[in-house]
């Protein structure tokens, strides 16, 4: 499975926007980029993913790197309940499995 | 709608004792994963299903540890006996398309 390298945490301030990085160099043409979250306590939730354009839903923006070795996920309103660990993770559905591979994730401390 | 179910969500055994989790998937969510998640870890897939077949346990300790999926639908993870290394968060997923995951709440397991 290829991967993906997170800076281990990050802080930000209520109120303002936060980019979150991920590097994957390894990637193949067929590697989908997913993001999930896990709050305290909770099981992971989805967040956004792409393949190669910039995506946007009303969690969070997901921009691509033209090279696709790298990403960032944009959170443009942080808010104290978007405290959370990050998972950037690389999802391949050429060989069918379709399964997700966690990593360690990237812990988010939000400041009031 | 109604998310993924899981009980129970607290469970404290002894060493080489037994116990089962039960996972009820999202309706009509054909594919069903179960994954373990050790304090301080990402979660790590032990099995996935798709309707009541098995696509991947290759992470599976099968010698002690064991998953059904009856008709399609809810599943159960037993692990016999328990060993200290066993005490995680086991995390039951459901999926309809390749696109997301979604995650139940866990079951803690601490194994004294």
């Known amino acids: 499975d290829a991967k993906t390298t997170q800076p281990n945490s990050m802080e930000s301030n209520e109120e303002e926007p936060v980019h979150l990085p991920c590097n994957h160099s390894?990637?193949?043409?067929?590697?989908?980029i997913h993001w999930y979250r896990q709050l305290p306590s909770q099981g992971p939730e989805y967040v956004i993913h792409?393949?190669?354009s910039n995506v946007n839903n009303r969690m969070a923006s997901l921009a691509i790197a033209e090279d696709r070795k790298s990403s960032t996920l944009i959170l443009h309103r942080a808010t104290l309940r978007d405290a959370a660990v990050y998972y950037c993770?690389?999802?391949?559905?050429?060989?069918?499995?379709?399964?997700?591979?966690f990593g360690k994730g990237m812990k988010l401390t939000v400041n009031p | 709608e109604a998310g993924v179910a899981q009980s129970p969500r607290y469970k404290i055994i002894e060493k080489r004792q037994s116990v089962a989790f039960w996972c009820n998937p999202i309706?009509?969510?054909?594919?069903l994963y179960w994954y373990q998640q050790i304090l301080g870890q990402g979660p790590k897939l032990l099995i996935q299903?798709?309707?009541?077949?098995?696509?991947?346990d290759s992470q599976l300790p099968k010698d002690r540890f064991s998953a059904e999926r009856l008709k399609g639908v809810d599943s159960t993870l037993k692990i016999q006996p328990a060993k200290l290394e066993d005490s995680a968060v086991y995390l039951c997923?459901?999926?309809?398309?390749?696109?997301?995951?979604?995650f139940g709440p866990g079951t803690r397991l601490t194994v004294l």
């Open positions: 299903f798709q309707n009541n077949g098995v696509v991947d």
């Open positions: 390894t990637i193949s043409g067929t590697d989908y």
């Open positions: 792409g393949l190669t």
């Open positions: 997923a459901s999926s309809l398309s390749r696109d997301k995951l979604y």
């Open positions: 309706s009509g969510h054909a594919t």
């Open positions: 993770i690389l999802r391949d559905w050429k060989g069918g499995s379709e399964k997700l591979v």
